[in-house]
């Protein structure tokens, strides 16, 4: 059986959606696994109160043909996620509303309003032991990961790991960006919450990704892709070279590598589909830095002093663009290192205190904060 499966999927259109998402599954064994009375829950991304045409969150056709196929085979369906900001009613209520989750609860799904959360204990946790999540993901008999396929500022890329972190409840979200404030050791976070959740199966949708200033202030970019997994990371590989990103460059790949969960290439994975023909080979990228390769130059103490200093020269780190930032004040109140404020009705960010977690990057609804490399980092990643 494949591990990857990947199909063309041309549009949003109800028929072709169904036709992706049942082609897609096939390799994978369908949907067999799915006994009727179960409750599925779907881990959406639904990033932000944002309309399906940016690209950010998971399409609502896609939602609602994946609905319809569960419920054909006598499943509950919940679909959920919790962003970054407030994890209630009303607020939720409007993320729900602007990505269009209507349609998928026409095709039988019910939407979460269950918005209390739990502590777990994961002992077995490579970096997580011990994390707080969103309590409705307890109701599932099964999850499925339903990603979008997105360039991200902290982590280059989003899809079927980084989803999630969406069970990490918003309120919560800026304490994990600064208890784990290193990406190496965020994307482990991430990668514990995958190994505790086992979802059962993830897909991805890729048919119009974002690239650019992701993953909420890219551009829409039509891929044409509807992909499949039964493995987070292995699909992630499968994922990044698709649009052209080195998987080594996508920290929680990198986590996943040190913790010995993925194999060397893409060569080693079972593929289903031609994906070679998928590949998109001008995607507009978010370069993350290489400083992690540096610790091999050197042995010992010698070595991690070098990685450390040529983190220090070749940090990304978050820049505004004036004329795209309205003063709202939203980047300063979701920082979680109070590095932000509004001066003259702009936001100034105090670089002694910044840990460069990107969550202004990521939530500022004008778009308006960018990801900077430094001079030398481009040269380095060109
Ligand atoms: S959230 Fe964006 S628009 Fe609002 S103050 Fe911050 S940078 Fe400016
Ligand atoms: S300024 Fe932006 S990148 Fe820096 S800590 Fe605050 S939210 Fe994170």
């Not at 996508?250 to 060397?264: C, D, F, H, Q, S």
């Not at 070679?276 to 042995?299: C, G, H, S, W, Y």
């Not at 609804?365 to 481009?378: L, S, Y």
Request: glycine share 8%; aromatic share 8%; proline share 5%.
């Amino acid at each position: 059986m494949a591990e990857v499966s990947i199909v063309s999927c041309e549009s949003y259109e109800a028929e072709e959606c169904e036709r992706a998402l049942g082609q897609v599954l096939e390799p994978l064994g369908g949907l067999e696994w799915v006994k009727s009375g179960m409750c599925i829950v779907i881990k959406a991304n639904l990033v932000g109160a944002m309309e399906p045409k940016k690209g950010a969150t998971t399409h609502p056709a896609l939602l609602a043909a994946l609905t319809r196929m569960l419920k054909a085979r006598g499943a509950r369906v919940i679909i959920g996620d919790s962003p970054g900001g407030l994890f209630n009613e009303s607020f939720l209520n409007r993320v729900y509303k602007l990505t269009g989750m209507e349609q998928a609860v026409q095709a039988g799904a019910e939407l979460n309003h269950d918005f209390s959360q739990k502590v777990a204990d994961f002992p077995e946790g490579k970096v997580a032991k011990r994390f707080s999540y969103t309590a409705y993901l307890d109701q599932a008999d099964a999850i499925i990961s339903f990603c979008k396929l997105k360039t991200h500022g902290m982590m280059s890329l989003t899809a079927a790991t980084k989803n999630l972190f969406g069970a990490v409840p918003g309120t919560m979200k800026p304490e994990y960006h600064f208890r784990y404030p290193e990406p190496l050791d965020f994307a482990g976070m991430i990668v514990d919450l995958n190994s505790y959740f086992k979802p059962k199966l993830f897909l991805v949708d890729g048919v119009v990704g974002m690239e650019g200033n992701g993953p909420t202030a890219g551009k829409p970019r039509f891929v044409g892709a509807l992909l499949a997994g039964t493995d987070c990371h292995k699909l992630d590989m499968i994922c990044a070279e698709l649009i052209g990103v080195e998987p080594m460059a996508v920290p929680t790949l990198r986590a996943a590598a040190n913790y010995g969960m993925i194999p060397e290439s893409t060569q080693d994975i079972e593929v289903a589909g031609d994906w070679e023909a998928l590949k998109v080979t001008d995607f507009d990228l978010v370069k993350q830095n290489k400083n992690m390769q540096f610790r091999n130059i050197f042995p010992g103490k010698l070595g991690g002093l070098f990685a450390d200093v040529v983190k220090l020269c070749l940090r990304a780190k978050p820049k505004l663009n004036p004329s795209a930032c309205i003063g709202c004040g939203y980047c300063g109140r979701i920082c979680p290192a109070k590095a932000i404020v509004i001066k003259n009705k702009k936001a100034v960010i105090d670089r002694k205190k910044c840990i460069r977690c990107f969550c202004c990057q990521e939530f500022c609804p004008e778009g308006a904060m960018e990801v900077q490399r430094p001079i030398i980092a481009r040269v380095l990643n060109r």
